[in-house]
């Protein structure tokens, strides 16, 4: 098999590095993990006009000051919690905004995955695409597997354990009720906190070609579009962290899904070489629910 994908309570639920790696299966009586307590700065005025210098506006530019940027390292978490139990998966690589293609490696937790040797999964992202090697779960050490974005309920914003840099940018264009909270500084760097909810299908609608399709299948596998945000920006503009609380309606309690991804380091190279041919390995996807796996 390559790719086990997990539903929670029988609900739309492509559990993120849960799925990804197999590490653990999501029961409906997930607890959600706590949210950002941000800077302590109390929001400012929330406003839904988007004009030039308006919140929403600047926030709305984000995808588009990255792609201007060229590149940046990204360093990655996904954080859920399950039976009381908090797993964060964390990785780390490069993205190349322009080209929207990226190198990340991805750790697992150790107690999750079962044995403490199991090594760190590398992942390429590119429009439409998502690819992974060492895998396990059968796959040989040498093959890579090729999952279509554009086919999952969430559309790789959880999947991979890694939300793709760039539609974690693009969901922000369809920011909406966004408030100023303040500054702060961030590994050294002055930038502007803002808060507020974005919602997918807009953001799908406004997003790049090579984002859309993968936002607009998240845009109808999630129960709710609406997905809150905090978002640090520097004085050019460019998005510096950004962190996403993906919510999932089940039979049982929300389960929620929180992704975090610093940038740093713009215009770093990043050289993506996508496998192609005898390099992919062909076998069946296969997909579980929480419990008993599916046939």
């Known amino acids: 098999m390559v790719v086990r994908q997990h539903r929670c309570g029988g609900g739309a639920l492509a559990v993120c590095a849960l799925a990804v790696a197999g590490v653990m299966t999501t029961g409906s009586g997930c607890s959600a993990p706590g949210g950002d307590a941000g800077d302590g700065a109390g929001g ?7 004009t030039a210098g308006s919140p929403v506006a600047v926030v709305r530019r984000a995808a588009e000051a ?4 060229g590149s940046a390292g990204t360093r990655t978490s996904m954080e859920t919690a ?4 908090r797993v964060t998966i964390r990785g780390e690589g490069a993205y190349d905004f322009r080209r929207q293609l990226g190198r990340i490696k991805v750790v ?5 995955a079962g044995t403490d040797g199991h090594r760190p999964i590398t992942e390429l992202l590119a429009p439409g695409a998502l690819y992974m090697k060492n895998r396990g779960a059968g796959v040989p050490d040498d093959k890579w597997v090729r999952i279509d974005t554009t086919t999952l309920e969430d559309g790789n914003l959880v999947t991979g354990g890694v939300t793709d840099p ?9 920011a909406d009720e966004v408030s100023y909270v303040g500054t702060t ?10 808060r507020g909810v974005a919602d997918i299908g807009r953001a799908a609608r406004a997003a790049s070609p090579s984002s859309r399709g993968a936002l607009g299948a ?10 809150p945000f905090d978002a640090y920006l520097d004085d050019k503009g460019l998005l510096r962290k950004v962190r996403h609380r993906f919510s999932f309606a ?3 309690p929300a389960v929620a899904v929180v992704s975090t991804m610093l940038l740093f380091g713009f215009g770093v190279p990043v050289p993506v070489e996508l496998p192609t041919g005898t390099d992919l390995y062909t076998g069946q996807v296969e997909q579980g629910r929480s419990g008993p796996e599916a046939p």
């Open 44 to 50: 400012h005025a929330v406003t839904r006009a988007d």
């Open 66 to 69: 990255l792609a201007g940027a």
């Open 82 to 85: 399950a039976g009381g139990t």
């Open 108 to 112: 697992l937790p150790k107690d999750a």
């Open 166 to 174: 760039m539609a974690a940018a693009e969901l922000l264009r369809g």
């Open 185 to 194: 500084a961030l590994a050294g760097v002055t930038v502007r906190h803002y």
């Open 218 to 227: 998240a845009a109808k596998g999630f129960s709710t579009r609406s997905v």
């Open 250 to 252: 089940t039979e049982g």
